[in-house]
């Protein structure tokens, strides 16, 4: 990949993202060499970005009216939105999903672990009949609940690759903070917009009673299954937004 070292680290992932996601289309991936390519090139970038590259120092700061997660804007277009964001220590972001759209976390400096998940088909009314949450559901939730696969949870660190996802695996994930405060570098490709059916949706695990009558082979085949209700933002989850410090970025 052709190199310009006159600009900085986080012109050069910005640019290769506009590459990579400018005519993406979720529902026509397939097997694209060109965008796997361009991914590729971009993870390469992305996995050499330090808290330095921005002029970022890690902030150990706490107070309680202090937003527990904050936002640092770098960029947006049509194709693609860039920032970073601030976890102060004990600090989760809910899980929540990405419709139709591409994600890549580069941790820049602490430790966070990460919970990845698929949403699965909504299920029937009667596979929802058959199943006792634990507390119980009130009806009008039950429109609300999504069968999901937890696919990973893994800890990063500035050392690690990107985690990423993509329209169709790993859409869903919850970030906590490990040992300390924490902050990553954020892209989404294409950015939300609930005007385009991109709103951000947050979900919490349900607990579901256990059934004596259940069949071993269908325990077997949900065993790594389970299942999700979409709420609002939850209690404590706030975002606040801070300037950014490093060097600029423009098209």
């Known amino acids: 990949m052709p190199r310009d070292n006159k600009k900085s680290l986080i012109q050069k992932i910005a640019n290769q993202a506009n590459i990579t996601f400018k005519d993406f289309n979720a529902s026509a991936i ?50 693609f939105s860039m920032g970073v964001f601030l976890l102060n220590n004990g600090a989760s972001i809910p899980l929540h999903d990405h419709p139709g759209m591409n994600g890549m976390l580069k941790v820049l400096y602490g430790k966070v672990s990460i919970s990845c998940f698929d949403l699965l088909d909504k299920p029937s009314d009667q596979v929802q ?8 559901l009130l009806p009008f939730q039950k429109d609300s609940l999504r069968r999901a696969v937890l696919r990973s949870t893994m800890w990063f660190t500035h050392d690690s690759s990107p985690c990423i996802l993509t329209p169709e695996r790993e859409n869903l ?3 906590d903070t490990v ?3 924490a902050a990553f570098l954020d892209i989404l490709a294409p950015p939300y917009d609930p005007e385009d059916e991109r709103d951000c949706h947050y979900y919490k695990v349900l607990q579901t009673v256990p059934d004596a009558d259940s069949k071993v082979e269908a325990q077997q085949q949900w065993e790594e299954e389970t299942w999700l209700l979409e709420i609002g933002q939850p209690d ?15 098209f």
């Open 30 to 79: 397939g097997d694209n060499k060109v965008l796997l390519d361009n991914k590729g090139d971009l993870i390469t970038l992305l996995t050499e970005i330090r808290a330095a590259d921005l002029k970022m120092k890690p902030n150990g700061s706490q107070s309680e009216h202090n937003p527990p997660v904050t936002y640092m804007h770098i960029c947006e277009t049509e194709s």
């Open 129 to 136: 009949s058959e199943i006792q949450f634990d507390p119980p």
């Open 173 to 175: 994930h919850q970030i």
């Open 179 to 181: 040992d300390g405060p």
């Open 236 to 250: 404590g989850f706030w975002c606040g937004g801070e300037p950014y410090p490093g060097p600029k970025v423009s």
